[in-house]
């Protein structure tokens, strides 16, 4: 008995609760100030920044990408995330690419064991109905395929790209059971799915006993906090992760498109077939006025807009990770400095207020994605 209670002091001693500040404490590599944290529920842990890759083919060729990469494995960044549609305004034989790149970046660097890597499906890869959406037969045949392309054998976060209308949400929940009782997948997760979608998929998981989504991938920034209303209050309530695209609206945040106004060559605003989407986003009068007014506050106190944007989503009650993605390795490197940067009340009381000046997206279909 003494031999026993003496083993468990010991193992207390040398391995105490794995609070965010200890997992810190133990995993942290490269930079200082990078977070370590729970991804919900789960005992899946994943850095504050996590690395999107779908400029990856287009915006940045391979050998681009390859630094990008190793720039967020040397500063900690242990979370990569991709789908099997990008990269971004890809032609039908460039779609699956992005993919293709971190796969060989994995092989060549050993670094499979320490990335998490997240991808997605549900977006068209190819010229058929069967193509696209949440269906068991796509979500099958799209997971071995990104499995062939990531050059691994099990994926630790597999998302839905988008929310499937045809699909019944029971056939797609016991489809991508199905992938973790395969073990081809660890987790789950689901991206710009609205709260009801979210809460009616996790009803379905519950009542059937099936693997649940636990993260979702919304988009958020300064300047569009619509899943402050429902979906933020919703996985808070259930420990849902919360994984937020385009922290820095798709570069408006970067303040580098103040002057002209003019949609420059090579970024997300004329990018083939998503330029458009971009431009319905962000590229509005009352958008350019915000970041004016951000900057003349934020100038003065030698705090870039970058630092200020990535800083103040990180900062936000329910936050998981941030999604930050770069065409050049530079951009990568100037984003990690936001992790270098604190805001005090005011400053994020000044970043609050805007989205109350802003006008409401009257596309709904804009406002969703």
């Not at 990531?150 to 988008?162: K, P, S, V």
């Not at 799915?193 to 998929?201: F, H, I």
């Amino acid at each position: 008995m003494h031999f026993y209670l003496l083993v468990i002091l010991i193992t207390q001693t040398c391995h105490p609760d794995a609070s965010e500040e200890h997992l810190d404490a133990l995993t942290r590599k490269g930079h200082r100030n990078m977070k370590i944290k729970r991804l919900g529920q789960t005992g899946l842990k994943v850095s504050e920044i996590c690395l999107g890759t779908m400029t990856f083919g287009i915006q940045a060729n391979e050998a681009t990408a390859f630094q990008i990469m190793d720039v967020a494995d040397q500063n900690g960044v242990t979370f990569f995330d991709t789908a099997d549609m990008y990269p971004l305004g890809a032609d039908p034989d460039e779609i699956g690419q992005t993919e293709v790149i971190v796969g060989k970046w994995l092989r060549e660097r050993k670094a499979r064991e320490r990335i998490v890597l997240a991808t997605k499906c549900g977006g068209a890869t190819g010229p058929t109905a069967n193509d696209r959406g949440a269906s068991r037969k796509h979500i099958i045949a799209a997971c071995d395929q990104s499995l062939r392309r990531l050059q691994t054998d099990y994926i630790d976060l597999y998302q839905i790209h988008f929310p499937d209308p045809e699909t019944p949400i029971e056939e797609t929940m016991d489809a991508l059971d199905t992938l973790v009782r395969s073990g081809k997948v660890r987790y789950l997760g689901c991206s710009n799915y609205a709260a009801w979608q979210l809460a009616d998929a996790h009803a379905v998981s519950q009542l059937q006993g099936l693997a649940r989504f636990e993260s979702v991938q919304p988009r958020y920034n300064i300047l569009f906090r619509m899943i402050e209303e429902e979906l933020i209050p919703l996985c808070q309530a259930h420990n849902v992760g919360i994984i937020v695209y385009n922290p820095l609206a798709g570069g408006m945040l970067t303040g580098r498109y103040r002057a002209s106004k003019t949609v420059q060559e090579g970024t997300r605003f004329n990018l083939k077939n998503s330029g458009e989407l971009y431009r319905r986003r962000y590229w509005k009068d009352a958008a350019f006025e915000a970041v004016d007014q951000l900057n003349s506050f934020f100038e003065p106190r030698g705090k870039g807009l970058v630092h200020v944007a990535l800083s103040w989503v990180l900062a936000q009650p329910g936050i998981t990770s941030a999604i930050v993605g770069a065409s050049k390795p530079e951009q990568l490197s100037e984003s990690l400095k936001a992790l270098e940067v604190s805001l005090n009340d005011e400053e994020l009381q000044t970043c609050n207020e805007l989205w109350y000046q802003l006008p409401r997206e009257q596309d709904a279909t804009i406002a969703r994605r």
